[in-house]
């Protein structure tokens, strides 16, 4: 790749082929949801990492723009987001290339065989550092940037374990005058979107009426301002075919007729600096690759539902019931007769909506508007409308599980989902976990699950990366893997926001909440659900109503990683974990900003008094007095 970006043309694939050693398995450090990452050296001797996104997906495909949009289109540089210094499309193929860190994710050192490398004081800073980092995205860059998922797999560590923000596929620039989404949907898009009838509402109506929202017109609309982030492929296709149909403008740096798009960011030049691009070969692909054209609208308005989905068994019944089949199934290990029934190529069919299904997936919901299936296909509708994300994250459920018997919960849920004409998805899940135990490590891995692998429900088990977790990842819980790194369409469970409905935008509270999680998941060296096998542990399986439960009894201590024994900053610990719960309010006005929380962080601000419930906590107000005086007494 010509690092200053102005003859990179098929050259550009080839030099990050063979800086990876042809994408060797022996470069490859890591997979993630949508591809590979692998080391490579540039001829310059730069050490890179490349990720190749897996094509033919339509979520990878947003990805790669939105990242490409939003980050490459960062103006300023932040030692706390992870650079992107180009990119490559090849006929179908996706390369992004970044910086190397060598450390990689913080959820790899977090949770493999290496976690001593993170002691208290490293764990301190990469808090510090993430905070920095959504600071820059929140206040510095203008207009703001909303990161959209912030997660350990999403902070990576550099040689010394600073940590940097990674990951801009689920981001968004936040569009001028968005004040947040009650505003946003009754007085802007509403009346935009419903060209002045004002019927239609907007994207961040309640995910009750979201049937009724005409995305694609949503998407038109939020993609019409210059600097939207929301990157509607529509309106990213006529980007790229932007920038060629000007390559005879005056200045223009745009070359035609090459297979290869690369673009250096490090040149600093902007968007059509560099790009050389074939348009027929992209276009073509491109366009038919997505289904846009003429069907761009029908298609916006299929893309949020089946990503979000709109069927009435929503995530959250969806995450109660599989926290109860996970309950049973480690307690009564009951998985075998529903294991002979299953096949991988079920499994498959009932947990992807793959791009190639996407017509006849649509043409079904169109005649079956409210989702239930003709009866070929109920088998596996059903699983498409699992998604919906809105207030899934209700803790309050596994108390409620955990008051009841597992066994009538389950029951009743499948009352439910029987009369609604969903199949109980539970031991798909469960038969998935089984193919994967019997078809990688037989039966003498702990509890039969590579602890490298890791299930989503958008794209099923994959595997986080090449190196082994070792065994404290995996640590008896298969529950907690499943859900800690389970990326949505915009958002990961268990870090999304709970106001975050799948309909709305996403604000930059929602990425502190994220914070708040990511906070307590560092501090206390476990993921946001964990639940074990002992029914005696439930009450700690959710990181966030456990902490609130300590912060009640006046021991948020309890919750610090017990692997660190003694070793930590008991003053720093505490402080991080009130901020925490401060940052995890249900309210999001009520949740710090992130130039607050940096200055608490540095000691330089009180912290905000927490909310009455989680009285009597080690008092904040006194506790930051104390801290301030110490730290003006250190001064
Ligand atoms: N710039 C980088 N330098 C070094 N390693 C990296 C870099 N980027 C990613 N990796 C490694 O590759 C792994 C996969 O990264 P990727 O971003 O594809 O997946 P992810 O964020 O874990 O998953 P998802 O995209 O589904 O959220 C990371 O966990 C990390 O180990």
Redesign the pocket.
């Known amino acids: 790749m010509d690092r200053k970006g102005r003859s990179g043309n098929l050259d550009g694939y080839k030099e990050l082929k063979s800086a990876t050693n042809e994408f060797s398995a022996s470069n490859s450090?890591?997979?993630?949801?949508?591809?590979?990452?692998f080391?490579g050296i540039l001829r310059d001797g730069k050490l890179?990492?490349v990720?190749t996104l897996d094509s033919a997906s339509f979520q990878n495909e947003r990805?790669f723009q939105n990242e490409v949009e939003v980050l490459g289109g960062l103006n300023l540089k932040s030692p706390f987001i992870?650079s992107l210094l180009g990119f490559c499309v090849y006929k179908s193929k996706r390369l992004l290339v970044?910086?190397?860190?060598?450390?990689?994710?913080l959820?790899?050192s977090l949770f493999g065989e290496n976690w001593r490398v993170l002691n208290w004081g490293r764990r301190f800073e990469i808090v510090l550092h993430v905070s920095r980092a959504l600071e820059f995205l929140h206040v510095e860059c203008d207009p703001p940037v909303i990161h959209g998922?912030v997660?350990p797999?999403?902070v990576?560590l550099d040689w010394e374990y600073r940590a940097?923000l990674?990951?801009f596929?689920l981001s968004r620039v936040k569009n001028e005058g968005e004040f947040g989404v009650v505003d946003l949907f009754s007085q802007e898009l509403s009346g935009n979107l419903a060209g002045g009838g004002g019927e239609t509402p907007g994207i961040g109506t309640p995910a009750e009426s979201c049937n009724e929202v005409d995305f694609a017109l949503a998407l038109q609309a939020s993609c019409s301002s210059k600097n939207s982030g929301i990157v509607n492929l529509n309106s990213f296709a006529c980007n790229y075919n932007g920038n060629v149909g000007r390559e005879n403008d005056g200045g223009s740096r745009v070359e035609k007729g090459k297979e290869v798009s690369i673009w250096n960011f490090e040149s600093g030049d902007d968007w059509n600096k560099g790009v050389i691009y074939d348009d027929e070969v992209f276009s073509a692909d491109h366009s038919k690759e997505l289904k846009l054209s003429s069907e761009s609208k029908q298609w916006g308005k299929d893309w949020w539902w089946r990503q979000d989905g709109s069927g009435e068994l929503c995530s959250k019944d969806y995450v109660m019931e599989w926290i109860g089949s996970q309950i049973c199934a480690t307690v009564n290990a009951d998985w075998d007769d529903e294991e002979k029934k299953s096949s991988p190529e079920n499994t498959n069919r009932e947990n992807f909506v793959r791009l190639d299904n996407l017509k006849e997936a649509n043409e079904t919901q169109l005649q079956d508007p409210k989702g239930f299936g003709t009866e070929e296909s109920r088998g596996w509708e059903p699983r498409k409308k699992h998604r919906k994300m809105q207030e899934w994250w209700k803790e309050e459920y596994l108390d409620e599980i955990s008051k009841k018997t597992s066994g009538n919960k389950l029951k009743r849920l499948e009352t439910k989902c029987i009369k609604k004409g969903f199949r109980i998805p539970r031991f798909e899940v469960i038969r998935r976990c089984k193919f994967h135990k019997r078809r990688k490590f037989g039966n003498n891995n702990h509890n039969g699950v590579d602890p490298n692998m890791e299930f989503?429900f958008k794209?099923g088990w994959?595997n986080?990366?090449n190196?082994s977790g070792g065994s404290e990842m995996w640590s008896g819980d298969l529950f907690s893997r499943e859900l800690s790194?389970t990326?949505s369409m915009r958002g990961?469970l268990c870090y999304v926001a709970p106001e975050y409905g799948g309909c709305g935008y996403l604000m930059e509270k929602a990425d502190i909440y994220s914070l708040g999680v990511l906070i307590l998941v560092i501090v206390s060296g476990r993921r946001p659900l964990h639940v074990l096998a002992s029914p005696m542990k439930l009450e700690k399986a959710n990181l966030i109503s456990w902490c609130r439960q300590l912060a009640h009894s006046g021991n948020i201590l309890e919750l610090v990683d017990e692997r660190l024994k003694d070793e930590y900053n008991k003053e720093q610990a505490s402080l991080c974990i009130n901020l925490a719960l401060a940052c995890l309010q249900k309210m999001p006005e009520l949740r710090p900003d992130i130039g607050d929380i940096v200055k608490i962080l540095r000691g330089e601000m009180d912290l905000p008094p927490l909310p009455f419930e989680f009285s009597p906590s080690p008092p904040s107000k006194l506790f930051c007095k104390s801290r301030r005086k110490q730290k003006s007494n250190a001064d």
């Open positions: 450090i890591g997979k993630g949801g949508s591809g590979t990452v080391r890179v990492a990720k990805e992870v970044y910086e190397y860190m060598p450390n990689r994710s959820q790899e998922d997660k797999s999403n990576l940097k990674s990951d596929g989503s794209r994959k986080k990366n190196r790194s990326t990961t």
